[in-house]
């Protein structure tokens, strides 16, 4: 049962540096998330999908450009990438977009 | 004031004890409340989720919600060294469409349980 995987786990990148965070489920959920996690704020949502074909703000995009590949696949892209943005990020995945998500392990973000 | 608040902790325990973690929130909009354990380097992972007052039980997991006073519990029976963890809550509303509106999470608990 792999659920939600994410890749890669761990990255190091220098400031204005471009790379992309793949996210799949095998869960055939309609409805996936990207998430940063940052010490003393919390989960905060960055980008989301309520279904194939869809994208929605969350609450920090600016700096973040997602695509909903298909129903499996929704990637984040960081197109020129800031020390603000070292962070773990996470992604999850609901069934629809009002039930509960379902969270990878997160990918460990460093930018110097 | 933050929507969702909850006390960072440690909480450390000896293994066996009944353990209580809360939640208070300010908005009386939320709707549904849930309880996510994240364990060190991991995703946070589902434990409980309930939409209405009262108690909701599993295994040595109970959530207990309290609209009127906006306050949400959720109790740990014989804890284990392996419910260390934090422990995350986090409540929501549904728009008139049932989609989901808003979701907030709390910043949640470290617990230690010792063995």
């Known amino acids: 049962n792999a659920g939600v995987t994410q890749t890669p786990k761990f990255q190091v990148l220098k400031t204005g540096q471009s790379m992309t965070l793949q996210c799949a489920q095998d869960?055939?959920?309609?409805?996936m998330y990207w998430y940063r996690q940052d010490p003393g704020m919390g989960l905060r949502l960055i980008y989301y999908s309520a279904s194939e074909g869809t994208t929605d703000k969350g609450e920090v995009p600016n700096g973040y450009n997602v695509s909903r590949l298909n129903k499996r696949e929704f990637s984040l892209r960081l197109e020129s990438a800031a020390p603000s943005q070292t962070s773990v990020y996470f992604c999850a995945s609901s069934t629809t977009s009002n039930q509960p998500q379902h969270f990878g392990d997160g990918t460990r973000l460093s930018i110097l | 004031q933050k929507e969702v608040e909850q006390d960072p902790g440690p909480l450390s325990v000896p293994e066996g004890a009944i353990v209580s973690l809360n939640c208070t929130y300010s908005?009386?909009?939320?709707?549904?409340f849930m309880w996510y354990r994240q364990y060190s380097r991991k995703g946070p992972e589902l434990l409980m989720y309930t939409y209405s007052s009262g108690n909701k039980e599993d295994g040595r997991f109970t959530a207990q919600v309290d609209k009127s006073s906006k306050y949400i519990s959720l109790f740990i029976r014989d804890s284990q060294p392996s419910d260390s963890a934090t422990y995350l809550c986090?409540?929501?509303?549904?728009?008139?469409?049932?989609?989901?509106?808003?979701?907030?999470w709390g910043l949640g608990t470290s617990l230690a349980v010792n063995p």
């Open positions: 908005n009386s909009a939320f709707q549904y």
């Open positions: 869960m055939n959920h309609n409805s």
């Open positions: 986090a409540n929501g509303a549904w728009d008139y469409a049932g989609n989901n509106r808003k979701l907030i």
